[in-house]
């Protein structure tokens, strides 16, 4: 049977709920999004004569949860315009809409007697054959199904999203005895294409994989924290981005989690594992006991480990001392190995010195480790059969960079396992029988593709599904050449790709030289070329320090050619006789999104944040970037538009730095090209995505795109009303004198510079305008000014 989505329901409308409904609505499905209605009116509704039976009365809860999240940021939706995609009702009038809806998502309170009366109306409408999921975190999937029809048992499993559900990429799909294998199968295809999603399957067990060790890695943290007496903001210094994982670290992420939502599932743990040997971790420490009891329980009560205070100097962070159960300034943590180790920009490396250290941080790391490596072990197989799910669930639903079997590989799978039994911990029998067989890492690569230990075979077994993906990292013995930044792989079937790793993927020198070996090499060698990577964010633009440094220096010959090299890097991505596809994700700034404006296709991320930011640090757009809006402009002039507006628009685009929220919004805007660009839901996907775009256009007989010189530009006309735009919005306090100087140099490049008439130019007349421009504002006082605070606070400053 060929299983399509075309509309869902959601039963639930609460934080999950409303944002599932606008996760989907986000792919373009509909979505039915019900909940219960009020029992009466509340004293606006009463005020208004209406009563429990109006419309509005009967779909309040659901439709204020719907604006909530609609309205809360980031945004749960890729585009606002999504959002007409959801219908909102009540379970008294519109369950009989589930009749139409091929997939029916149950997210109502964790209580089962309260989902089991759910389902007994589910059954009085669901059509035969449509899928019923549950998104519990803590009630057994099975036990749900019980008393049910046996089409409902078959096509009934549990759908555990992480909240918000569109930004974490974990979804678990833990299925009951009943369920048929093709539904859990569908499932895990259709959450990884269409929603993006790192699908695992779990077993039903309490907590399931990532809440069971994730819950368990913080408890674990919380007990070593009171063993070597530690306070909060050095536990957060030494567990953030430091060792790969999120900035919130460990306390941010429980007042974000909520410190009860942590507790509750510590305590489900502990209550139904009665064989788990680490039960005794899960039980609540009296500090954790005492926060719960006071309801600071995080984000949700405006205070838990942290809080955030106004006081003269602005707004404030405090913490908890966890001895006085007082609020005080953040301590700053000193730890050495630490100091030594965050200027080490491969992480696998940091975390090999961070481990091995002596001091206080080296102990804190081999402890955790042990305690950690213990649990993963003796998890396997009761939550998972497969020890990667293990790590794929870590990384997808917590954010940690390195999965947790990914790091013992990492430390030695010998040396780990002695870590844990020297700290009197234990390690699962398989561990040791696998050590013993000779085989001494849990993962493999072979020719591009990862391979894992599996238990039963006591073999490799390649990573189902992988086949789909393309991990650079995987591709280490396919490096064709490389400098100390960049890298270039044969990906196979004639493609080459280039990726580059320096400090936020910024663009300097080095990565352009890498660009242009890439473009001869491939048009030598290969058929096409894909620009990607797999860093956090694909660019943060162009190397700023440098340019920084040229304009305060006055080497203005050099920063000429810095930005003559920029461009024509561009030009090349643009005008090379292979095709070139772009595979950005995450910040895709200034440069970098200047280079994806220039390629034959771009194959983008869902979550990729894309826009021309250089008005920020006193700039305009100089690799190229300025050029292009305003050749789209004028490819988009027709007749009947006013020629004025439309380059207004695009002007603004960069005036105002606008930075889009996600691909599909980038598509909006004339950031990204409607029917030109793509983007892959699944961020595991991209760059084989790009391949796959690279090979069609080649396969479809690539030519080399001749230069444009049919650019129409507006001339004086255009400039001056643009000029009187921008005098109208200083005179309205809603920009600063410099702002002023920019906009207009800005103007000035776009509407082709002062010529009396509209003109048709060339892509060079409106490069060279560009670079002029570009130059002449590096020379200003006020933008060093800019610049400096973009590199001492990373936030622009406006002067």
């Known amino acids: 049977m060929q299983r399509r989505i075309n509309k869902i329901a959601v039963l639930g409308s609460g934080v999950m709920g409303s944002r599932i409904a606008c996760h989907f609505a986000g792919i373009g499905v509909k979505v039915l999004l019900l909940d219960i209605a009020p029992k009466e009116p509340n004293d606006a509704e009463k005020a208004k004569g209406l009563t429990v039976e109006h419309p509005a009365v009967k779909n309040r809860i659901v439709n204020d949860a719907l604006q909530a999240a609609i309205k809360s940021n980031p945004s749960p939706l890729f585009t606002k315009s999504a959002a007409h995609l959801i219908t909102t009702g009540n379970f008294t009038d519109n369950m009989k809409g589930i009749a139409d809806c091929d997939w029916v998502i149950e997210v109502v309170v964790e209580n089962l007697d309260i989902k089991k009366k759910v389902f007994e109306q589910v059954e009085q409408f ?41 930004y974490l990429r974990l979804l678990e799909i833990i299925p009951t005895p009943h369920t048929d294998p093709a539904i859990v199968d569908f499932l895990l295809h259709y959450g990884d294409l269409y929603l993006g999603k790192t699908t695992v399957l779990c077993k039903d067990t309490p907590a399931f994989i990532a809440n069971r060790v994730g819950v368990f890695s913080i408890m674990a943290i919380f007990h070593i924290m009171q063993e070597m007496g530690l306070g909060i903001d050095e536990v957060d210094a030494l567990t953030g981005p430091v060792i790969g994982r999120p900035k919130s670290a460990t306390f941010r992420t429980a007042d974000v989690v909520g410190i009860d939502t942590l507790v509750k599932v510590a305590k489900g743990v502990a209550d139904n594992c009665p064989n788990d040997e680490a039960r005794k971790i899960m039980e609540i420490p009296p500090f954790l006991q005492k926060v719960v009891e006071n309801n600071w329980l995080g984000d949700k009560t405006g205070q838990g480990f942290y809080k955030k205070t106004k006081g003269e ?8 001392n966890l001895q006085t159960m007082e609020y005080g300034p953040k301590q700053k943590a000193k730890f050495a190995s630490i100091e030594a180790a965050k200027p080490i920009e491969d992480l696998k490396q940091r975390i090999k010195v961070l481990a091995g250290a ?32 293990v790590d794929d669930a870590m990384k997808a639903g917590f954010g940690w960079e390195i999965g947790a079997f990914e790091t013992w590989d990492l430390l030695g799978v010998e040396a780990g396992a002695k870590n844990v039994t020297d700290k009197g911990l234990t390690v699962a029998p398989w561990v040791g029988e696998m050590l013993a067989a000779g085989v001494k890492q849990f993962y493999k690569i072979e020719n591009g593709k990862k391979y894992y230990y599996d238990l039963a075979s006591k073999g490799y077994k390649q990573i189902p599904g992988s086949d789909s993906f393309i991990i650079l990292e995987n591709y280490a013995g396919n490096v064709v050449w490389k400098n100390s930044a960049c890298n270039l792989y044969d990906l196979g079937d004639g493609i080459l790709n280039i990726e580059w790793k320096t400090k936020m993927n910024s663009i300097g020198g080095e990565v352009l030289e890498g660009l242009h070996k890439a473009i001869d090499r491939a048009e030598k060698d290969f058929r096409g070329l894909v620009i990607g990577n797999d860093g956090t964010n694909f660019s943060a633009g162009a190397n700023v320090g440098m340019i920084f440094m040229l304009a305060a220096e006055q080497e203005y010959d050099e920063l000429d050619m810095a930005i003559r090299l920029f461009q024509k890097s561009t030009m090349r991505i643009r005008y090379s006789s292979i095709p070139v596809v772009v595979a950005p994700h995450g910040l895709t700034l200034g440069g970098g999104c200047e280079m994806s404006m220039h390629a034959d296709k771009v194959q983008a991320a869902a979550e990729t944040y894309i826009g021309l930011v250089e008005l920020g640090v006193g700039l305009i757009p100089g690799g190229g970037g300025t050029k292009e809006m305003t050749l789209r402009a004028s490819d988009e002039y027709k007749e009947g538009l006013v020629e004025n507006v439309v380059l207004q628009d695009k002007f603004l685009l960069i005036g105002q730095a606008k930075v889009a929220t996600s691909a599909q919004e980038a598509i909006e805007l004339g950031i990204l090209r409607q029917g030109i660009d793509s983007v892959s839901l699944n961020l595991s996907r991209v760059i084989a995505d790009a391949k796959e775009k690279a090979i069609e256009l080649a396969d479809a007989g690539y030519t080399r795109p001749v230069e444009r010189t049919d650019v129409k530009v507006l001339g004086r006309s255009a400039l001056g009303a643009m000029l009187a735009g921008i005098n109208g919005m200083k005179t309205g306090n809603y920009i600063s004198d410099y702002d002023v100087k920019i906009a207009q140099k800005l103007a000035y490049v776009m509407c082709g510079g002062d010529l009396t008439e509209a003109s048709l130019v060339s892509e060079q007349y409106l490069l060279d305008l560009e670079r002029e421009a570009f130059l002449s504002l590096c020379g200003e006082r006020k933008t060093l000014e800019r610049l400096q605070s973009m590199l001492k606070t990373g936030k622009p400053l406006r002067n």
Not at 313 to 320: C, N
Not at 362 to 383: D, K, M, W
């Open 126 to 166: 669901r059509k035969p054959g449509t899928l019923i999921t549950s998104n519990t975190s803590g009630i057994p999937i099975h036990l749900m199904a019980e008393g049910r029809s046996e089409d409902f048992k078959k096509h009934f499993c549990g759908t555990h999203f992480f909240n918000p559900p569109r």
């Open 313 to 320: 100097g602005g707004k404030e962070i405090l913490t908890l």
């Open 358 to 389: 002596s001091d206080k941080a080296g102990q804190f790391y081999q402890l955790f480790h042990a305690y950690l490596f213990s649990y993963i072990s003796n998890r396997v197989p009761e939550i998972a059969d497969d020890l990667y799910k």
